[in-house]
């Protein structure tokens, strides 16, 4: 069983920064690819970067390239995901999620709990 542990949440203004670390264990070293999902109120819970665990491939989703930085610590079991020039419609819920296929295509077999990003003036 992996457990996935967020945190790094919180509030920031327009065009700022946070990084969001996600830390594994039990038995993270049977994971494929992580990376991290979110989702606001009344909406479905949508794709936002996944990097593979070995290989470091990376994918994003369309609305992040070029702003969101995705990145692994192997030795620390550890997937961060770097967020630049934040827009407000970045605010949501950021889970972490972990599987052992690519989790672009739902492909999800661990979750952690969630950590709220805010972007507000």
């Known amino acids: 069983q992996v457990q996935l542990v967020e945190s790094g949440g919180g509030l920031v203004q327009p065009g700022g920064s946070l990084r969001l670390p996600c830390a594994a264990s039990g038995g993270s070293f049977i994971i494929y690819e992580m990376g991290w999902f979110r989702q606001v109120p009344g909406k479905a819970r949508e794709f936002v970067a996944a990097?593979?665990?070995?290989?470091?491939?990376?994918h994003y989703a369309d609305s992040v390239k070029g702003r969101f930085t995705i990145s692994r610590d192997n030795a620390k079991n550890t997937v961060y995901l770097q967020m630049n020039s934040l827009k407000t419609e970045d605010t949501a819920d950021y889970y972490c999620?972990?599987?052992?296929?690519?989790?672009?295509?739902?492909?999800?077999?661990?979750w952690g709990q969630g950590t709220q990003v805010t972007v507000s003036s």
């Open positions: 999620a972990a599987g052992y296929s690519y989790i672009k295509y739902g492909a999800v077999n661990y």
């Open positions: 990097i593979v665990w070995s290989g470091g491939s990376t």
